[in-house]
């Protein structure tokens, strides 16, 4: 997520009560069980299909979206402070 969060910063989080606290734009703290580290990625699209809302990911310094979606059930968090 460089150049907003840095390499060693830490991040605040606060897990949003419902899939509406999570906006396009937002910078969201995730994992997928097929990953096994944390993710730290920013919201580019939200949609639903049939099992229900989803989000679309990207770190701001990579070239394209990230090639999995994230669901509600998946989000530790939305950043909300970084400390450097």
């Given at each position: 997520m460089v150049p907003?969060?840095?390499s060693g910063a830490?991040?605040?989080t606060e897990m949003p009560s419902s899939e509406a606290g999570i906006r396009i734009g937002d910078i969201i703290f995730f994992k997928l069980e097929e990953h096994e580290t944390n993710i730290v990625h920013r919201v580019i699209a939200i949609a639903s299909d049939t099992q229900?809302?989803?989000?679309?990911?990207?770190?701001d310094n990579n070239l394209k979206?990230?090639?999995?979606?994230?669901r509600f059930d998946d989000i530790n968090g939305v950043v909300?402070?970084?400390i450097y």
């Open positions: 907003v969060i840095d830490t991040v605040l229900g809302s989803f989000y679309t990911t990207k770190g979206e990230d090639p999995f979606v994230v909300i402070g970084i």
